[in-house]
């Protein structure tokens, strides 16, 4: 089969399309015939070596398709059966690995290049919202990157929840869309600090939670942020993870609270999977969740799709397809 194989660290260069054998289900995994990638920003820390990883691999964590194989010890799962997942192994691939207990079945309604746009980015909004911090009508939540992958999706979570919701994005057009995903305000925040801007906004008070995806660039802006007693979710490195804190930092900043989430600690359990998938599956088919798939590029073209994503060039989902 083919797919991307990674052999050494680097910039986009080191993205190589090859042939490589198709992969065997091991004991609890599923082969699925890939339709669709999701690129998520956690290959560019692949890539780097940022989360280091064993040399040479294949990237990719998050795919839709049917099933081709099962190993052993799996049931619950019909050849051909249309299925997602975000815990994979090897994605940007025509064929790849899942283990069962991460495999969701997709229901009809939901086209398998959705599912693969909507189970990482969408299942993190998820937890961001109803789980790291549980999301109350009448709060005000910052939201960065909100024209991102998971902002876009985060946005309208909180929205719905009946927070209002501060974001910020990186030009004219992004702002736009965070818009209307329900966002009541933008910064622009290239161009202007945040902190000072939000303080007016929220009549110096502060807001209840920032959820900050950016990491280094944004990280003091967020704590000046936040209200008295607030909540700080560290949730990414766009931007460069952010340095070493004390944890004086936040008691001199109001009490704060802080939190590094990975979706990995979410889903961890049969029922916290099904919740999320479950939920954000079901506002797909009620058409109570729109999920912006921004390009689709051919998987040899992997390499111009990290380019597009690290370059702040992407507003929603970037799709791989074989
Ligand atoms: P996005 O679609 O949000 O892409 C990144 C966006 O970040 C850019 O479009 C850009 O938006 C903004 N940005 C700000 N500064 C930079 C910079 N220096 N370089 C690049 N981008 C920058 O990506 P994803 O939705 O896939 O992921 C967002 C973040 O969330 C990532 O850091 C990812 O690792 C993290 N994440 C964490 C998870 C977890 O469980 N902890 C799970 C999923 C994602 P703009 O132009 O508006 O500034």
């Known amino acids: 089969m083919r797919a991307i194989r990674i052999h050494t660290t680097g910039g986009p260069e080191v993205l190589c399309y090859e042939d490589v054998p198709t992969p065997e289900p091991g004991p609890g995994q599923v082969r699925v015939k890939v339709t669709a990638t999701g690129l998520n920003y956690i290959e560019m820390y692949h890539r780097t070596g940022l989360y280091p990883q064993p040399l040479p691999f294949t990237p990719g964590g998050e795919f839709a398709g049917t099933v081709d194989a099962l190993g052993p010890e799996v049931s619950g799962f019909a050849l ?150 607030g909540m700080m979710v560290t949730f990414g490195n766009s931007s460069g993870p952010v340095p070493a804190v004390s944890p004086l930092v936040l008691s001199g900043k109001g009490s704060l609270f802080l939190t590094r989430p990975t979706l990995g600690h979410y889903i961890a359990t049969p029922e916290d999977l099904a919740w999320r998938a479950g939920d954000l599956f079901g506002w797909i088919v009620a058409g109570a969740l729109s999920v912006r798939v921004d390009r689709r590029f051919p998987m040899s073209d992997a390499a111009d799709a990290h380019i597009a994503l690290q370059g702040r060039a992407t507003a929603g989902k970037v799709l791989l397809v074989p």
Request: aromatic letters at 6%.
């Open 80 to 229: 051909g059966e249309r299925v997602a997942t975000a815990s994979g192994v090897g994605g940007y691939a025509e064929y790849a690995l899942a283990p069962a207990d991460k495999l969701v079945a997709v229901p009809e309604g939901v086209d398998l290049h959705l599912a693969a746009a909507v189970m990482l980015q969408g299942m993190t909004a998820h937890y961001l919202a109803y789980s790291t911090y549980p999301l109350k009508a009448g709060e005000t939540c910052l939201i960065h990157a909100a024209a991102g992958g998971v902002g876009l999706l985060l946005t309208q979570i909180a929205s719905r929840l009946g927070a209002r919701v501060i974001g910020t994005v990186g030009s004219p057009e992004k702002a736009e869309l965070a818009r209307a995903a329900g966002a009541s305000e933008v910064i622009f925040y290239r161009n202007e600090p945040v902190a000072p801007r939000v303080r007016e906004l929220t009549d110096g008070r502060g807001v209840d939670v920032v959820y900050d995806s950016v990491g280094q660039d944004t990280w003091e802006g967020s704590l000046d942020s936040l209200r008295s007693r």
